[in-house]
C-alpha cells in the first residue's frame, strides 16, 4: 500500500452470521476505498461488480478525476490550466516523469521525440501489404504490434532503453499513423522534418505532396494540439485498463500499447466521436436540421439516440467539453468554413442546451462531441477520429506502464466471475444423445 493512503477506520462485514473487518483507506483527493484483497480468502465470496464500475484495481499518481464536481488534473494540474498554457509535448512530459519540464528537460524530450519520429526503412514494405481502403486503426495496431521486432527490447530494461522507448512511441505513433492515411488514398509517405514541431509535423505529414505544399493554421495546430492535450489521458478507462492488463503479464511494451490500441477502436470508447459524424451525415441525408432527431432522441422507444451528450463519469459537465467548445466556436466561424453537418451540430447544441428534458438529465455535450466537430473542420477524415485520439492518448498509456512496471511489485491481474453455466455433466456417446 501507497504510504499517501490513510488507515480509516475497519469496515465490519456480517456473512452468514460470522463478522469479518476489512480494511479501509483514503486517497489524498478524500476518495474511500475498502479492502477486500483478502475477502475470497477468509469468507469464500467474491465482490460482482459489472463493468469495475465500483472497484478500484490499482493506485495511481497520474490522473484525478471527481465526476460529480466536474474536475480533471492531470499530476494535480487543472485540465483548463494545462489546455491554456501548456503544449502536448510539454504535457506528454508531466504525464509520464511527473513533473512539467524545465527548459532543458523541455527541450531535450522535444529533440529526442524529433529524432525519434522516423521508423525503420524496412516497416515501409509492411503498409504496401495492405488493402486499399484498410481501416488506419487497424494498420495502426498491427505497426505498433511489429515494432517489437524491428527494435527488440532486452531482458532487463535500464534506464536509457525505457527513455528511447517511450520517445520511440510517442514520436512514431503519429509517422505511423500519417503513414496510415497516405496509404488509405494511395499517396506517396511523407517524412518528419525538423522544421516541425510535433503537431504541425503531423498534420503536414497527412496533408502535403509532392506536387501539394500543406500550409499551417495556426488556429488548427493550436486546436488539435489542445484536443491531444484533453485527450493524453483519462484514469482507468477501457483501453487504460486494457494496457494495465496487458501489462501486468509483462508482455513488451508494443504489445501492450497494442492492447490499449485495439479497447480504443470500440465505438464506445476512442469511435464516440466518429458515431457524432455518422449522426449528422444521418441527419442531412434525410434533410432535417437536427430539431426533428431532437425530438425523436427524447423517446425511447424511436431508436434514436443523441451522440456526443452525457458521460458515463461526468454526472454534471465534461470540462473537457468546455475547453474545446471555446476553440470550437473559433473554428467554426473561420472564413472558409461551409460543412452543412457543421451547421447541424450548431443546431443541435443550440437546442440541447436549452431544452429542459437534457438539462434536468444533465446531458450536456462532451468531448466527443465538439472534438468530431473540430477534427472534421480541420479536414481530417472520419476515419482518422480515432487515430488521432491514440496519438494523444499515448503518453498516458506509456504513464500507466511505467508506473505499474515501478512499483513495488506486479500482480498479475486476474478477475474472478459468478459463473451462471450448466452444473457437472457426463460426457455421453453420440449415438445416445438427443
Same mark, same amino acid.
Not at 531535450?108 to 515501409?124: A, C, G, P, Q, Y
Not at 494495465?244 to 501492450?256: L, P, Q
Given at each position: 500500500?501507497?504510504?499517501?493512503? $490513510? /488507515?480509516?477506520?475497519?469496515? &465490519?462485514?456480517?456473512?452468514?452470521? $460470522? ?9 489524498? %483527493? ?7 484483497? #483478502?475477502?475470497?480468502?477468509? &469468507?469464500?465470496?467474491? @465482490? /460482482? ?13 497520474? &490522473? ?8 480533471? +488534473?492531470? +499530476? ?112 506517396? /509517405? ?6 516541425? #514541431? ?92 437536427? @430539431? %426533428? ?18 458521460? +458515463? ?11 474545446? $467548445?471555446?476553440?470550437?466556436?473559433? /473554428? ?49 477524415? &472520419? ?27 506486479? @500482480? ?10 450448466? @452444473? ?11
Amino acid at each position: 500500500m501507497s504510504d499517501k493512503l $490513510k /488507515l480509516l477506520t475497519p469496515a &465490519t462485514l456480517i456473512l452468514d452470521d $460470522k463478522s469479518y473487518s476489512l480494511p479501509t483507506y483514503m486517497g489524498v %483527493e478524500g476518495e474511500r476505498a475498502i479492502d477486500i484483497t #483478502k475477502l475470497r480468502n477468509q &469468507t469464500g465470496y467474491v @465482490t /460482482l461488480d459489472d463493468g469495475y464500475g465500483n472497484t478500484g484495481a490499482c493506485e495511481s499518481a497520474i &490522473t484525478y478525476i471527481d465526476g460529480e464536481k466536474g474536475i480533471l +488534473r492531470y +499530476r494535480g494540474y487543472p485540465i483548463e490550466e494545462l489546455a491554456e498554457h501548456s503544449r502536448f509535448v510539454e504535457v506528454s512530459y508531466l504525464l509520464l516523469y511527473g513533473e512539467l519540464p524545465n527548459s532543458e528537460q523541455l527541450l531535450k524530450f522535444s529533440t529526442r521525440l524529433n529524432e525519434s519520429s522516423i521508423i525503420h526503412e524496412d516497416v515501409h514494405h509492411f503498409f504496401n501489404s495492405f488493402p486499399r481502403g484498410s481501416h488506419p486503426m487497424g494498420i495502426l495496431a498491427t505497426m505498433v504490434a511489429s515494432l517489437s521486432t524491428f527494435y527488440p527490447l532486452p531482458d532487463q530494461l535500464d534506464a536509457d532503453t525505457e527513455v528511447q522507448i517511450v520517445a520511440n512511441l510517442v514520436s512514431q505513433v503519429r509517422t505511423i499513423a500519417a503513414f496510415s492515411y497516405k496509404k488509405s488514398i494511395g499517396e506517396p /509517405l511523407v517524412y518528419p522534418s525538423i522544421k516541425y #514541431k510535433y503537431t504541425s509535423n503531423f498534420l503536414n505529414m497527412m496533408f502535403s505532396s509532392p506536387v501539394r505544399d500543406y500550409q499551417l493554421d495556426h488556429d488548427i495546430v493550436r486546436a488539435i494540439d489542445m484536443l491531444l492535450i484533453l485527450h493524453a489521458d483519462h484514469e482507468q478507462n477501457c483501453s487504460t485498463s486494457s494496457v494495465r492488463t496487458a501489462g501486468s503479464s509483462m508482455a513488451n511494451v508494443y504489445a501492450v500499447i497494442t492492447a490499449g490500441i485495439a479497447a480504443l477502436w470500440g465505438p464506445r470508447h476512442g469511435g464516440a466521436n466518429q458515431e457524432v459524424i455518422k449522426m449528422l451525415e444521418q441527419i442531412h441525408a434525410e434533410g432535417g436540421d437536427g @430539431t %426533428e432527431f431532437i425530438n425523436q432522441a427524447k423517446d425511447k422507444n424511436s431508436g434514436r439516440r443523441l451522440m456526443g451528450f452525457g458521460h +458515463r463519469v461526468y454526472k454534471n459537465f465534461d470540462p473537457r467539453a468546455q475547453v474545446l $467548445k471555446k476553440h470550437c466556436d473559433k /473554428l467554426l466561424n473561420k472564413p472558409g468554413i461551409n460543412d452543412p453537418l457543421l451547421d447541424i451540430a450548431r443546431r443541435i447544441e443550440e437546442i440541447a442546451l436549452n431544452d429542459d428534458y437534457f438539462i434536468s438529465r444533465k446531458l450536456y455535450p462532451n468531448v466527443d462531441f465538439y472534438s468530431g466537430l473540430i477534427l472534421r473542420a480541420a479536414g481530417i477524415p &472520419t476515419d482518422m477520429f480515432t487515430v488521432l485520439f491514440a496519438i494523444g492518448r499515448m503518453p498516458g498509456w506509456l504513464a500507466h506502464w511505467r508506473e505499474m512496471i515501478h512499483g513495488e511489485q506486479v @500482480t498479475i491481474y486476474r478477475p474472478r466471475q459468478i459463473y451462471v453455466g450448466e @452444473t457437472l455433466r457426463h460426457y455421453q456417446d453420440i449415438k445416445q444423445r438427443v
